[in-house]
């Protein structure tokens, strides 16, 4: 064969252009939350979202499952196993999300399964949650709470194991996952979990307290493959769900 006649390299590579580069994202249905994500979760990603009891973990997946059914036609489903499914239709209602609704166009289901069955179906590669969300082509996901899951183990070992297959087969379903944990975070301590050195995501809900009130605030942590604000930001619970108004973030030290 021919030789190829080589040119000389240029001294040094063109760079990429920074449009190939640009990842798929998804909207995350939280007011102000995509500004900070600088334009949503990357597609097919895994966040955690961390936060103390009553932070607001299952009100911001419950958003973002809504918000992907109605209004980016995106199928959501979430495992659960602790919250009922009655339990998750009333927080809906609370903020006019009719999950009943979805539930009847196939647009929002709730998988529950019993601690033994769900360490079972994960240990032997996720069949039946495998066969389920593909039926119904769920593009969103939540799982509330992998602390409740971490329960069902002997031991951390086996714990964290489990943790990393289920990821693992996430990422190859191709679905963009939330996943919540029940942790206290402080805006100055350090998180003390071990979920978010799996996952590509790691955003908190702070539940702040002064001596006169009370209120919450949202960080991104971490976000592989992406920029994203530093800010540690406040939040509200409006009529219509979380909302992270405009604003200058708040110092860790407040
Ligand atoms: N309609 C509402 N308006 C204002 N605040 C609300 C409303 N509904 C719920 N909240 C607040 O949200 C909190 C519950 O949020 P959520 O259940 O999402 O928390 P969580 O972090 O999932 O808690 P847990 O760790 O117990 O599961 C309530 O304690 C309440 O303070
Ligand atoms: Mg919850």
Redesign the pocket.
Known sequence: MAKRRTKAKPATKPKAKASSLKLERISTGIPGLDDMLKGGFVKNSTVVVQ??????????CLQYLYAGATQYDEPGAILTF?EDEDAIRQ?GR??NWDFSALEKKKMFTVIRFSPSEIVKIIGEGGGIIRDTLEELGIRRLVID?VSIYELFFQNKYQATESILNLLDMLKKWKITTLI?S?MQVKPNGESKGNVEFLTDGVMH?YLLRTSAKRYRAIEVVKMRDTDHSSDIKLFE?TPRGLVIPDGAGIKAKD
Not at 51 to 60: N, R
């Open positions: 936060g103390g009891a009553g932070s607001a973990k299952t009100l911001m602790g927080h609370m903020f709470s919540t029940e809900l619970i």
